[in-house]
Every structure is written in structure tokens, then in C-alpha cells.
């Protein structure tokens, strides 16, 4: 019961929070600029055609996020692999990791769309860009943290690289490379629906359906897929952090309750 | 230039010493001497213990004798095979079981799995770890970690066991009791030990010999015989001859420390 009081009872505030801001503070006239809780509820949920048309594009966001999270953190991973090896190799990579950050997606989606069209491969590659950087940096620093103690003890019997990496670097990097995870997931997910939203065309997902419904003025269907596409970003970031656990929270100090 | 040899010339022993330093000079870059002739031999059902200051040395001695760093000067024979070795630190990888962490040379080297089984066992036993083969580092308390890096050292039954101060992290009873249990595996594996301390009473109850060392630059100054037989119990400790020898010990350290302004940190 404690367990599930605190979260319950802030979910509350804010509902309740929701409801004055749509019934005090907004005049009848207004209303529509925050629809009700059971009213989002209501079209999210039971109309149908709203329905299939929310959830459906949530899945297709889903779908592009969840591929351009995946081949993120493959290719990260690997870059962070060979940047490890080298104190020249980082150095020379580093700054165009540093460029994939800084630049603004969304000034080159128009760009991705001109050069590779607007389908479901450009959209992955939004994701891929927007969550890449996360995952080499992080997973970097992993893999530099295993001790200098382990190291020594495997120098001592002049392992190979690739089995130094294998048996110390890369287990050690592993909570390294979940913070990673974490943080690239959001990421990935934000970068589907914003592709999605400034792509126009192509396969529409979550990001044009809002786009639609803020065109027609359909306030409760563009608070539903709002409502819809926070649910997909949590659900995402759960599923991450279960993963996590399970392979690090036997060993790590993060899975350790207090 | 330091060169390999198998044997080393004038040794009156019948068989050649397991690991040797022969007139090693160790400098960093840019800084004056910080190892200067350097004389050790250890031969199998030796412990050496190196006693010194902080600064003075003592690990690089160490680490030049397990192929970690170069001596800039003189001859150096390294063991064979690669040593087993125990830092301050127990090094055990956190995601890996106690018999995964103590199977980890033998893994290594290539050893298939089920002719692991029985080699770790026995280490595990031996070190009085039966009942947390499963258990995950973070689940041992310090003393106990200390003891599976002790398993994982001699599971392989290497010719040399190097130990840098490993039991400064410990309290005073767990120490003196793991200074016992080195003693009784000593006496039973009869390995030739390089070990490193600070602790002059811990040098005298484990070696056959304790050498002392100066600092800057790093030089033995006295090396002292420890008669008694292995395994060593605890009484020994209040031996009268035991205690004279802790008196030349420590006295050759003072002598050797400088003022309390020379010493480093």
C-alpha cells in the first residue's frame, strides 16, 4: 500500500490540477484550448476511428524509434570499440561525434528528405542521428572504467585485445553503456514523432497525426495522440530500464534497493 | 638494457633461483633514481618480504619482477610462468560469482570447462570459501574478497606469488588471522613469495626474510633471516627471538627513514 499511495496520490494533484485549468480557468469559449481529462479519455479510448487512427500511428512512430534506437547503439557501441584502442583514434573521431549533436536535426530533415526521400528509412535515420551520440560517449567512458587492478592481472598474461575487451571492457562498460540506453531511447522516440511531424509525407506516424488534428482545431483527438505519444516515450523508457536491471542490477550499485 | 638469463652466475644453490633482480637500476623520466642496484633472489619455499617507507619503491620492485614495467638497468629473471599475483585491492570482477572470478586464469589459458571444476574447488577450499562459491563480490565483505583474489592467485599453482600489501585494507584481527592462513598455505604449496608491506610485525611472521628498504633513491639497506618453520601460529608472535627480530627490523627502517620532514607522505 505505501508502495503505491505516493504515485497515486501525485497523479491525483495533477488531474485535479488538469480539471481546474479546463473548468476555472478557461471561459466556456476557451474550453477547447484544454479539453477535460474524460473527455481526452473518452476519444482516445472509445471513439473508434480516432482510436485506431491514435494508436496505429503510435505504433509506426514506435516501430521507426525502436529500429533507429537499435542501430544506435550498434553502431555507437562499435565506434566507442575503436575509439577505446586509440588515443589518436578518439581524437580523430571524436569532434565528428561532437558535429552529430551540436547540429540542429530538424534544419537537416529537409536535407535527408532531398537526398533519401521521405519514407520509412529516413525516418530511421533521424532516429539514428539524434541518438548516436549518447550511446558513444557513454559507452566510451564505460569502457574506460574498468580498473587499472584487472588490467594489470590480465597484462600479466598477455591477453589479446580482443580478449581484454571481451572479458573486462566491455562487462565493465555495461551500466555505462544502459545510461546510455536510457537517455538515447528518449531521444529516439522524440526524434520519430519530430521526423515524422516536419517529413510530411511518406508514412505518416504520431507526428503528423498531431499536426493534423492541430489543424483541424480537434483539441480532444490532438490531446489524445499527445497523451498517446508520452505513453509510447514512457513505455519505451521502462522497457529500457527493465532491461537494464535484469542484466546489470544483480552486480551494479543501481540495481541495489536503499 | 636489461637482459633475460637463465641462470644466474655465483649462485651457490643447487637450483636457480624462481625470480631475480641483479644489480637493477629503475629511473622515471625526468627524475632522478628511483631504484638503485636492487639484489633480490627468491628461490621456491622462499617468502622475501620488502619493508620500507611509502615512496621507496617497494611496488615498482614488484612490478618490475611481473613484467608490469622495465628495469632501466641491470638483469631481471621472471618466472616462467605468469605469477600469481595479490594487490591492495582485491580486483575481483563485481559481475562475475566467486567461481567465476577464481576460474578467470584457467580460463584464460585456455583450460576447457569441466577440467576447471576441480582445480577452483580445491581453491576455494582452501581458502575457507565453501559455502559462497555463488556469491557476487559486493556480497563479501572485505576480508572475504581478499581471500577469493588469494583463490584465484593460486589456482593455477604458479612457481611465484607476488602480494602487494594485501592486507593494509583489513583490521588488525582479520589480519593477523589471514597472515596465518598465507602461512599455512605457504607451508603447503611451498610457492616462492615476493610480498610487500609496511607492517614490520606482518613482514617477520610471514617471511623467510625481510628485506629493508630506504627511499630515494630505492635501496636494500639490511636484509634480515626469519628462522622459524612454516606454518607460523599466532603465539609466535610474542617469541622472544620473534620480537628481537622485529627490534632489528624496525631499527634498520628508522635508521634508513631520514626526519620526519624527509619522509614522504
Known amino acids: ?91 580523430s573521431l571524436y569532434p565528428w561525434a561532437i558535429v552529430l549533436q551540436t547540429i540542429p536535426i530538424l534544419a537537416i530533415v529537409p536535407l535527408i528528405g532531398f537526398w533519401w526521400g521521405f519514407g520509412f528509412s529516413s525516418r530511421v535515420l533521424v532516429c539514428v542521428l539524434i541518438a548516436l551520440f549518447p550511446m558513444i560517449t557513454n559507452t566510451l567512458f564505460g569502457l574506460r572504467s574498468a580498473p587499472a587492478g584487472l588490467h594489470d592481472l590480465l597484462s600479466l598474461r598477455n591477453v589479446s585485445r580482443l580478449t581484454r575487451l571481451r572479458k573486462l571492457e566491455l562487462p565493465a562498460a555495461m551500466p555505462a553503456i544502459f545510461t546510455g540506453l536510457r537517455i538515447s531511447v528518449g531521444l529516439s522516440v522524440i526524434g520519430a514523432i519530430v521526423g515524422d511531424f516536419f517529413f510530411r509525407q511518406g508514412s505518416p506516424g504520431i507526428g503528423r497525426l498531431i499536426d493534423t488534428y492541430r489543424a483541424k482545431l480537434a483539441s480532444e483527438e490532438l490531446f489524445a495522440a499527445i497523451v498517446a505519444s508520452s505513453l509510447l516515450g514512457i513505455a519505451a523508457f521502462l522497457l529500457v530500464g527493465m532491461i537494464g536491471n535484469r542484466v546489470i542490477g544483480r552486480w551494479h550499485e543501481s540495481g541495489r534497493r536503499p | 638494457m636489461t637482459t633475460l638469463v637463465s641462470e644466474i652466475a655465483g649462485v651457490s644453490e643447487m637450483e636457480a633461483p624462481a625470480l631475480a633482480l641483479v644489480g637493477v637500476h629503475k629511473s622515471w623520466p625526468g627524475s632522478t633514481h628511483a631504484l638503485q642496484g636492487i639484489d633480490i633472489e627468491v628461490h621456491r619455499g622462499e617468502l622475501l618480504t620488502l619493508v620500507g617507507p611509502s615512496g621507496c619503491g617497494k611496488s615498482t620492485v614488484l612490478r618490475i619482477v611481473a613484467g608490469l614495467e622495465d628495469a632501466t638497468e641491470g638483469d631481471v629473471l621472471r618466472p616462467l610462468d605468469p605469477p600469481g599475483c595479490v594487490f591492495q585491492q582485491a580486483s575481483l570482477m563485481p559481475w562475475r560469482s566467486v567461481v567465476r572470478n577464481v576460474e578467470l586464469f584457467l580460463e584464460l589459458d585456455g583450460v576447457p570447462t569441466r577440467d576447471r571444476i576441480e582445480p577452483v574447488d580445491r581453491a576455494i577450499e582452501l581458502v575457507g570459501l565453501d559455502g559462497f562459491r555463488d556469491h557476487l563480490p559486493h556480497q563479501l565483505s572485505g576480508g572475504m574478497q581478499m581471500r577469493a583474489a588469494l583463490a584465484r592467485a593460486l589456482v593455477t599453482h604458479p612457481e611465484v606469488l607476488l602480494f602487494d600489501e594485501p592486507f593494509a585494507a583489513v583490521d588488525e584481527l582479520l589480519r593477523e588471522r589471514l597472515q596465518e592462513e598465507l602461512s599455512r598455505l605457504f607451508a603447503v604449496q611451498r610457492f616462492a613469495g615476493l610480498f610487500i608491506t609496511h607492517s614490520v610485525s606482518e613482514a617477520v611472521f610471514l617471511s623467510t626474510r625481510v628485506a629493508v628498504m630506504t627511499a630515494r633513491p630505492g ?47
Do not use: C, K
Open chain 1, 1 to 91: 500500500m505505501r508502495n503505491v499511495l505516493p504515485p497515486l496520490a501525485v497523479a491525483g494533484v495533477v488531474v485535479g490540477a488538469w480539471y481546474w485549468a479546463s473548468y476555472v480557468l478557461l471561459d466556456p469559449q476557451r474550453r477547447f484550448l484544454l479539453p477535460a481529462p474524460h473527455e481526452v479519455v473518452q476519444t482516445g479510448l472509445f471513439d473508434a476511428q480516432a482510436r485506431s487512427e491514435i494508436w496505429g500511428a503510435v505504433v509506426a512512430t514506435g516501430v521507426v524509434a525502436a529500429l533507429g534506437l537499435l542501430i544506435a547503439s550498434l553502431l555507437g557501441v562499435a565506434i566507442a570499440i575503436a575509439m577505446a584502442q586509440a588515443r589518436w583514434v578518439e581524437r
Open chain 2, 219 to 265: 635501496r636494500i639497506s639490511t636484509v634480515v633471516d626469519v628462522p622459524f618453520s612454516h606454518p607460523r601460529s599466532p603465539e609466535l608472535r610474542f617469541d622472544p627471538e620473534f620480537v628481537a627480530l622485529t627490534r632489528r627490523v624496525s631499527t634498520a627502517l628508522r635508521d634508513g627513514a631520514g626526519d620526519l620532514n624527509e619522509m614522504s607522505s
